[in-house]
Nanobody
């Protein structure tokens, strides 16, 4: 049974940093993409960044490139999202997702099979 558990959210002031973690248990192979999505109140869920577990290739939404970094620790089955210089518009629930590599379209949430419960990030200005 696959389980994704996110941690690391919190309430911070603008300009601060946070590092989100997603521990993935039960994935049968490394032929998966894992991604961070976020959903702000009243808005649709959107991709933040994604990483291929097999080769570490990363993908970022253009607006996040340079402030956010996605990475993985294969020994810990964990994917991270380092977020720097946070802005109020980054306030959202952040979700970890996993999808089978040959079935994933990186930015399309419906192609990800497994989802975590989310961790809240609140940035005050």
């Amino acid at each position: 049974q696959v389980q994704l558990v996110e941690t690391g959210g919190g309430s911070v002031e603008a300009g601060a940093s946070l590092k989100l973690s997603c521990v993935a248990s039960g994935l049968p192979s490394r032929q998966y993409w894992m991604a961070w999505f976020r959903q702000a109140p009243g808005k649709e869920r959107e991709l933040v960044a994604a990483i291929s577990l097999s080769d570490g290739i990363t993908h970022y939404v253009h607006s996040n490139r340079g402030r956010f970094t996605i990475s993985q620790d294969t020994a810990k089955d964990t994917v991270y999202l380092q977020m720097n210089n946070l802005k109020s518009e980054d306030t959202a629930m952040y979700y970890c997702a996993a999808g089978i590599a040959h079935m994933v379209v990186v930015g399309v949430e419906g192609t990800y099979k497994y989802w975590g419960q989310g961790t809240q990030v609140t940035v005050s200005s």
